[in-house]
């Protein structure tokens, strides 16, 4: 039981760590460039609104998010840890719950979108 | 006969400051507070999409556009692609090399592989996006 809950929170950690390698750059630099004061045609809010009312795009948006979210609440465990704090279970209660709220709340606004 | 072990201190919360190596390792792994960050950033953004006004939209795009935050979102990408991306394809082929008979495919191939994923999802993102 142990062994199986530590490969499925270790699966998610991987996962959402190549998924965040492969895409927080271009999304940290899409915030850049509309910080910069040009904001893009897909990023005006018709085109951007359409993209997340599609299924594809709520997908992906979902998968991204969610993924990303579980990724850094694992790791934010580790760090909390390294950084000398020693209550691995309260820690891994709260970021895990932290990233549980994230993650229910991108179905919910996804949902209403 | 026991003689008291020597016990060597360490901080519990600065012995990464000893070794580069740890040092490199502690910049990687705070990658994760950037990672919160734009997840919930990009909730904010849903939110204000699901309230389905162009108002609201215009006003979040309008928050982004001061100087602190150019500055931040420049300091994340370069931090995040340094000490998150790249370390990541970096670290690809340990995590999943690839044997091919008696041998692996050699590590470059891995990596160049990761590398060449990367740029074709960063532009489709802006190609989607509109900007290039």
Not at chain 1, 69 to 97: E, P, T
Not at chain 2, 39 to 66: C, D, K, M, R
Request: one cysteine or more; a positive charge; glycine letters at 6%.
């Amino acid at each position: 039981m142990a062994i199986a809950k530590k490969a499925f929170v270790w699966g998610l950690f991987a996962a959402g760590g190549t998924v965040t390698a492969f895409v927080f750059p271009v999304l940290i630099a899409l915030f850049l460039i509309v910080a910069l004061g040009n904001v893009p045609e897909g990023l005006q809010f018709e085109n951007i609104h359409a993209f997340a009312t599609n299924w594809l795009g709520k997908a992906a948006l979902f998968i991204v998010i969610s993924l990303s979210l579980w990724h850094a609440a694992h790791r934010l465990r580790v760090v909390f840890h390294d950084f000398g704090v020693r209550m691995d279970k309260a820690v891994a209660n709260a970021v895990y719950l932290v990233a549980l709220i994230g993650t229910v709340m991108t179905a919910f606004y996804l949902y209403q979108i | 006969m026991s003689r008291q072990p020597y016990i060597r201190p360490v901080s519990k919360t600065t012995w990464y400051m000893r070794n580069g190596r740890y040092r490199k390792y502690m910049l990687r792994e705070v990658t994760c507070l950037l990672v919160g960050v734009y997840s919930f950033l990009t909730i904010w953004v849903l939110a204000t999409l699901a309230s389905g006004s162009p108002e609201s939209w215009n006003a979040l795009l309008a928050s982004q556009q001061t100087p602190a935050m150019i500055g931040f979102h420049a300091f994340a990408l370069i931090y995040f692609l340094i000490y998150q991306s790249f370390d990541w394809f970096k670290l690809a082929p340990k995590a999943m090399p690839v044997q091919l008979g008696e041998k692996k495919l050699p590590d470059r191939y891995i990596i160049i592989a990761h590398y060449v994923a990367w740029a074709v999802v960063s532009l489709f993102v802006f190609w989607l996006a509109g900007v290039i």
